[in-house]
């Protein structure tokens, strides 16, 4: 079946510090994966995606990897912000439905100042 | 520039009531979805549509229904309210360029 797991927050970090939050999944097919980021009381947005192994999503300097090998595609970013403080999710589409989306926990991100 | 439109934004209802949950979008996208976030938790998938007149059950139908009789406009009800229904609720839609979008939620209190 199709599923993601990803790390457990809350993740806690100073200002400019580097981040790493890491997902995996499972799934059939070849699926799209995507980072979704959710501010406080806000729904979620679409924050970055990619959509075949090997290919890199970046926006806002945040990056992810699809990396099939590891059927892994961990969040990075190399130096945080207060702002980025919010829940970030994983999530993918199912290469055999793309219309069904399958989420991530959440991780929780606080930066402090 | 609305989007998905979720209505309404707080609720809180006692036990055995019923309530509508209103989601409308503007993309004329024919995916729409709703989930549920419970706290700390992810999202699961409550129910979904892949166009007028047809929806079909996610991972956690029980309690709720749908429907979807304009590709606008996608209802979710709750017949009898119950405490394990507190959680917030989420309308979605997918462009079908795989990439989907999120209303800005509707929290659910039922006392």
């Known amino acids: 079946g199709n599923s993601v797991t990803q790390m457990e927050g809350p993740v806690t970090l100073s200002e400019e510090a580097f981040l790493t939050i890491n997902c995996t999944y499972t799934a059939t097919g070849y699926p799209s994966l995507f980072w979704y980021v959710q501010y406080p009381g806000e729904g979620l947005q679409l924050l970055l995606k990619?959509?075949?192994?090997?290919d890199k999503g970046s926006n806002k300097g945040f990056e992810a990897t699809y990396r099939k090998e590891t059927t892994s595609f961990h969040l990075e970013k190399g130096s945080v912000q207060v702002s980025d403080s919010a829940v970030y999710f994983c999530a993918l589409s199912s290469g055999d439905n793309f219309n069904k989306f399958y989420f991530g926990s959440g991780t929780k991100l606080n930066v402090k100042p | 520039n609305a989007g998905v439109t979720q209505t309404p934004k707080f609720r809180i209802l006692k036990i055995g009531q019923s309530m509508t949950l209103q989601c409308t979008q503007d993309?004329?996208?024919?995916?729409m979805y709703w989930y549920r976030q419970d706290p700390g938790m992810g999202l699961k998938l409550i129910y979904y549509s892949v166009g007028a007149g047809i929806t079909d059950k996610g991972e956690v139908p029980n309690g709720y229904n749908v429907s979807r009789s304009t590709t606008e406009d996608f209802p979710l009800r709750l017949e009898l309210a119950a405490p394990s229904q507190t959680s917030v609720y989420f309308c979605?839609?997918?462009?079908?360029?795989?990439?989907?979008?999120f209303g800005e939620g509707s929290w659910l209190t039922v006392v």
């Open positions: 979605a839609s997918n462009d079908r360029r795989n990439t989907i979008y």
């Open positions: 993309m004329n996208h024919n995916y």
């Open positions: 990619a959509t075949k192994a090997d």
